[in-house]
């Protein structure tokens, strides 16, 4: 079945560095991309999202693209600040349309030092 | 900008209890959605719900889960009798406004329950 891999954490990083999320995802068909990120004491909000191969979503300094022949879409951020320490998930639509189930990864702790 | 919300945030309740978990989707949402998240582990899909029935359910969603809609605004997630493994952060979700099929999901911050 359809599945999603991403990098394991904690990640601790200091302000204004560069950042790195790793995601590669197992699935049959074209599914929708998602990073989702959960911020402390708060559910989980979209970040960004690509549905199809070669869409780059992004959203907030954040960028993803969706690299079909790799199967992967890496979240990256040029220079982090302390609000975004959070968890990230990435995820994919396991299927075509709004009724379609989200498979997640197991989420990265992101933690940035000031 | 409109949201997800869900009651309670936090739920305790004895082991073979009853509890109804509920969401307050996007208005103009048609798809519900529920998923659960194990202290520590992946975000797992439950339930998706649409035109007053399952559209899909997880091997997890068995018969001791039940879903409703039960008037125009809410959706509820029912577990009969509670298992100490049923422990769990559920997450409520709603997509796909009149017009649009293919809208993300939003998500309500979570009810956190625990079965003692």
């Known amino acids: 079945g359809n599945s999603v891999t991403q990098m394991e954490g904690p990640v601790t990083l200091s302000e204004e560095a560069f950042l790195t999320i790793n995601c590669t995802y197992t699935?049959?068909?074209?599914?929708?991309l998602f990073w989702y990120v959960q911020y402390p004491g708060e559910g989980l909000q979209l970040l960004l999202k690509?549905?199809?191969?070669?869409d780059k979503g992004s959203n907030k300094g954040f960028e993803a693209t969706y690299r079909k022949e790799t199967t992967s879409f890496h979240l990256e951020k040029g220079s982090v600040q302390v609000s975004d320490s959070a968890v990230y998930f990435c995820?994919?639509?396991?299927?075509?349309?709004?009724?379609?189930?989200?498979?997640f990864g197991s989420g990265t702790r992101l933690s940035i030092r000031p | 900008e409109p949201e997800v919300t869900q009651t309670p945030s936090h739920q305790v309740t004895q082991m073979g209890q009853e509890v109804i978990l509920r969401c307050v989707p996007i208005?103009?949402?048609?798809?519900f959605y529920w998923y659960r998240q194990i202290l520590g582990q992946k975000v797992e899909f439950l339930v998706s719900?649409?035109?007053?029935?399952?559209?899909?359910k997880s091997e997890i969603f068995d018969d001791q889960f039940s879903v409703e809609r039960p008037d125009g605004s809410n959706f509820t997630l029912k577990i009969r009798s509670t298992k100490l493994e049923d422990s769990a952060m559920y997450f409520c979700?709603?997509?796909?406004?009149?017009?649009?099929?293919?809208?993300?999901?939003?998500f309500g911050d979570g009810t956190r329950l625990s079965i003692l």
């Open positions: 979700a709603s997509s796909g406004g009149q017009g649009n099929s293919n809208q993300p999901q939003h």
């Open positions: 699935a049959t068909g074209y599914p929708s």
């Open positions: 690509a549905t199809k191969a070669d």
């Open positions: 995820a994919l639509s396991d299927g075509t349309g709004s009724a379609s189930k989200i498979i």
């Open positions: 208005s103009n949402h048609l798809y």
């Open positions: 719900f649409y035109n007053n029935e399952i559209s899909e």
